[in-house]
């Protein structure tokens, strides 16, 4: 935690006038001029100075990340959660690892019980429909020895949550029963384990942890909260509800049509899975009914207290976003209508205006230019003046220089290790050029920073000593009708790029796998065939985006490459249904 950064901060006089705004109950506030890490620490002590809830809102994946693991750092890891989500939400089925969808259950489960921190989410989470909050509230189930457990009440409320009945449990999210015995592996298990639950009678006689590789049991618990293994979670009252929705409008949809076989197609599909909403049988496409499963049409923003504090940074790239998210959707939603796979009229979302323009909450936008947003009428206009840290590169001579510079203005100057032992090396490195030892906290940002009102300066340890990197010419010829990127936040979901070895591709967003047991960010590229590349973030270098004629799509080619083969062994089976689809729907706009 940090702080002593956090108290310097709120000394600024900007910062009281913010919240002084807060307090008087101004319904909305500009912030102009707070980059980098300065705006997550303003963020931090508008928390700690108002002890209200925050709910920050970003443009995408990358930005939300950054935010959250500077305001983690400033504050502590239980007071501020990330809730990710895919840039499209009809995607987030098929790249969601357990980890994502674990993450964003605690999320709701915390949010709807009253959390009080600060939860930073893309704007692609904030318009996707949820379930009503209350659902969320009661959805868990608390088992402890010696109590009480009616089976069948349990079972129910376990398929409820989302758990699926199997012969045996080996991966997260199922369940088994034989006898008096259930086992069940929790996706957001305590220990990284799955639970034996043993029965006498309705008694509880034994609660332990096992190893669903082995089977065996490691060690006996007193006790376990099982939470849900989906984030749509409904009783069966919603699901024969929703059923009933789908049948009427199946049949309204079917007496419009005249094309034989698209009735057929469309009756088919439908049907069956009508009959598993009846039957309460979750499946992978169970989401795009969540509008009739959960009509109230609830959002992030109802699971928020009313006294929240609703962040909005950079509107003008906020509503960019949300136009372009909006025709991702429509386009989407028209494509599985055509080939027979979904009802017209679905809505996985809200409209941009409910997010943007009818806030629920006091409003401060954030933007680093002072400009005028559209549909707002701040009633408080603040501008900060930081100024970025420049990097050392181990130069301490000239680290000295501004030290002394920033001593003799009266500047607090605060540095930041990111652990103890990196503390200690930058002790003796000061000591070693006779540098005063200005204050030294042990944490991390994203950049250091100036605020000369609050005569404050942050300086990181990466800034300190980080050297000067070398251009290196990398081999091979340029390509044509490509231009290079240096973050894929200069990408929007459908332009088209390409990889240095495998050529045109479609980009489909930002998305967390697990490769070997690691979880990472990856670039998703779509080609021809169906199959999806999967780029680290940190290999960004290999990709540029294609630039031609805007009146002609290029070709997308195929994927090839022994490179390829390791990583689609990995994640081919969670993409290649919706991979279809969409090639399908490019194929469709490139002949027409």
Same mark, same amino acid.
């Given at each position: ?71 983690? *750092? ?61 659902? %969320? ?10 109590? +009480? ?45 799955? #639970? ?36 749509? !979670?409904?009783?069966? $009252? ?30 088919? @599909? ?6 598993? =909403? /009846? ?23 109802? #699971?928020?207290? @009313?006294?929240? =504090? ?6 003008? /790239? ?12 429509? *386009? ?30 006091? +409003? ?39 030290? *002394? ?8 100057? !605060? ?29 991390? =940002?994203?950049?250091?920073? *100036? ?8 300086? +990181?340890?990466?800034? %300190?000593?980080?050297?000067?990197? /070398? ?68 290999? !960004? ?11 002609? @799509? ?8 022994? $490179? ?7 994640? /081919? ?8 689809? =969409?090639?399908?729907?490019?194929? $469709?706009?490139?002949?027409?």
């Amino acid at each position: 935690m940090l702080q002593a950064l956090i108290k310097a901060f709120s000394k600024d006089t900007d910062f009281g006038s913010l919240t002084a705004g807060i307090e008087a109950g101004m319904k909305e506030q500009l912030v102009s001029g707070l980059s980098g890490s300065s705006r997550q620490i303003m963020l931090a002590a508008l928390h700690e100075q108002t002890q209200r809830p925050l709910l920050v809102v970003t443009h995408n994946m990358f930005s939300a990340q950054k935010i959250a693991d500077d305001l983690q *750092e400033a504050l502590s890891s239980n007071q501020v959660l990330l809730y990710p989500a895919n840039e499209l939400v009809a995607a987030e089925s098929a790249i969601s690892g357990p980890e994502t969808l674990s993450q964003r259950i605690d999320v709701l489960l915390k949010a709807s019980q009253g959390f009080r921190g600060i939860i930073v989410v893309p704007y692609s989470g904030v318009r996707k429909l949820l379930p009503a909050p209350e659902a %969320m509230a009661g959805a868990g189930i608390q088992v402890q020895l010696g109590g +009480t457990l009616r089976l069948e009440a349990f079972l129910t409320k376990m398929i409820e949550l989302g758990y699926e009945r199997v012969e045996r449990v080996e991966s997260r999210g199922e369940m088994s029963v034989r006898g008096g015995i259930i086992d069940f592996y929790p996706l957001m298990s305590p220990t990284g384990l799955a #639970y034996r639950i043993e029965l006498f009678d309705e008694d509880v006689d034994s609660i332990r942890v096992f190893d669903p590789a082995d089977q065996r049991s490691v060690e006996q618990v007193k006790d376990i909260f099982i939470t849900p293994c989906k984030e749509l !979670i409904a009783d069966a $009252e919603r699901l024969e509800r929703a059923a009933e929705q789908v049948d009427r409008k199946l049949s309204a949809q079917l007496e419009k049509m005249t094309d034989r076989q698209a009735k057929s197609l469309l009756q088919g @599909e439908i049907s069956r899975e009508m009959e598993m =909403l /009846r039957e309460h049988v979750y499946f992978a496409d169970i989401y795009k009914y969540i509008s009739l499963i959960y009509p109230e049409q609830k959002t992030l923003f109802d #699971y928020m207290s @009313e006294d929240t =504090l609703l962040i909005l940074d950079e509107p003008a /790239r906020l509503l960019e976003t949300a136009k372009q998210l909006e025709r991702d959707e429509a *386009e989407w939603n028209l494509h599985l209508f055509q080939n027979g796979k979904s009802l017209p009229e679905l809505p996985l979302s809200v409209h941009s205006d409910k997010v943007l323009y009818h806030r629920p909450f006091q +409003t401060l936008f954030l933007s680093i230019f002072l400009r005028q947003v559209p549909h707002t009428q701040p009633q408080n206009i603040l501008n900060f003046v930081t100024r970025g840290m420049q990097d050392f590169h181990g130069q301490m001579n000239v680290l000295k220089s501004e030290m *002394e510079r920033w001593k003799k203005s009266g500047a607090e100057i !605060i540095m930041l290790a990111s652990t103890a032992e990196r503390k200690d090396r930058m002790i003796r490195v000061l000591e070693d050029y006779s540098i005063p030892e200005p204050a030294i906290l042990q944490g991390n =940002l994203q950049t250091g920073f *100036e605020l000369p009102a609050a005569h404050l300066v942050v300086i +990181t340890e990466g800034e %300190m000593f980080s050297q000067k990197q /070398r251009k290196v010419r990398k081999g091979g010829r340029s390509m044509d009708n490509a231009e290079r990127i240096k973050s894929y936040t200069e990408l929007k979901v459908g332009d088209y790029v390409v990889h240095q070895n495998h050529g045109i591709g479609k980009y489909m967003g930002i998305g967390t796998l697990e490769i070997n047991g690691i979880h990472k960010d990856y670039m998703h590229i779509l080609y021809a065939g169906g199959d999806k590349l999967s780029v680290p973030i940190d290999q !960004i270098d290999l990709i540029q985006k294609y630039v031609g004629s805007e009146d002609k @799509e290029p070709k997308v080619y195929k994927l090839g490459g022994n $490179e390829w083969t390791r990583v689609k062994n990995k994640v /081919r089976s969670s993409v290649e249904d919706i991979a279809d689809d =969409l090639i399908k729907l490019y194929a $469709e706009r490139q002949a027409t």
